[in-house]
């Protein structure tokens, strides 16, 4: 596609339920990353793919939440038994290669709010 | 951990006006992004930068990596430059690395 696509652009879930939220990198991106974004601050890194491969959880709050990116392009990142404090926008970036300076580019995001 | 601080935190400025968003981090990094967020949460890639200045449009990014500091300039702004600019920073190591992002900047341009 023309850009990073992200779905749901919202999801409203009850606590308890869980979630998935999907993510369309560029075609052909190598590098796909997850950032969570509450309100009013900046985004905080979740993980990282280099194609299927998760290299770097560290930022993952709990192990509630699971990332995948089974062939390499399309990922899903998946929150169990959501809580409250989940509530953020999710937002997935792809970037074409591998190294330090590859431009980012970002999807619209999507924005969980939990009630 | 490298921090990165923005300022300032909101700005509003009447149509025309010359704007400067400043940024600050911690630690050497290897490449600077500035990003617009407009509501509704959609990031876009402005600039990103490892020395010196770049210029697109109405829009210019200097960096001073001595200084560790980065500054985001808006030439003649206009009602539809407002939105959230954020500074982000990669860390100087190899192979990607994740993004340290500042909490942005709110900008409201008034006509």
């Known amino acids: 596609g023309a850009g990073v696509s992200q779905s749901p652009r919202y999801k409203v879930a009850k606590r308890g339920q869980d979630v998935a939220l999907r993510c369309d990198p560029i075609?052909?991106?190598?590098?796909l990353f997850w950032y969570q974004q509450a309100l009013g601050q900046g985004p905080e890194f979740l993980t990282y793919?280099?194609?299927?491969?998760?290299?770097?959880k560290s930022g993952l709050p709990s192990d509630r939440f699971f990332a995948e990116r089974p062939e390499g392009s399309v990922s899903t990142l998946k929150i169990q038994r959501t809580q409250q404090e989940d509530s953020a926008v999710y937002l997935c970036?792809?970037?074409?290669?591998?190294?330090?300076?590859?431009?980012?580019?970002f999807g619209q995001g999507t924005r969980l709010t939990v009630v | 951990k490298n921090e990165v601080e923005q300022s300032p935190q909101n700005l509003t400025a009447q149509e025309g006006e010359f704007i400067t968003i400043n940024c600050s981090y911690s630690?050497?990094?290897?490449?600077l992004h500035w990003l617009q967020q407009h509501p509704g949460g959609g990031i876009v890639s402005l600039f990103m930068?490892?020395?010196g200045k770049k210029k697109h449009g109405r829009l210019i990014a200097t960096i001073n990596i001595q200084e560790k500091h980065s500054s985001l300039h808006i030439t003649a702004s206009h009602p539809r430059d407002s939105a959230v600019y954020i500074c982000?920073?990669?860390?100087?190591?190899?192979?990607?690395?994740?993004?340290?992002f500042g909490k942005g900047t709110r900008l409201s341009v008034i006509a």
């Open positions: 793919f280099q194609n299927e491969a998760q290299l770097d």
């Open positions: 075609s052909g991106h190598v590098s």
């Open positions: 982000a920073v990669r860390p100087p190591l190899s192979g990607n690395t994740p993004l340290v």
């Open positions: 930068l490892s020395s």
């Open positions: 630690v050497g990094i290897s490449a």
């Open positions: 970036a792809s970037s074409l290669g591998d190294g330090m300076n590859t431009e980012a580019f």
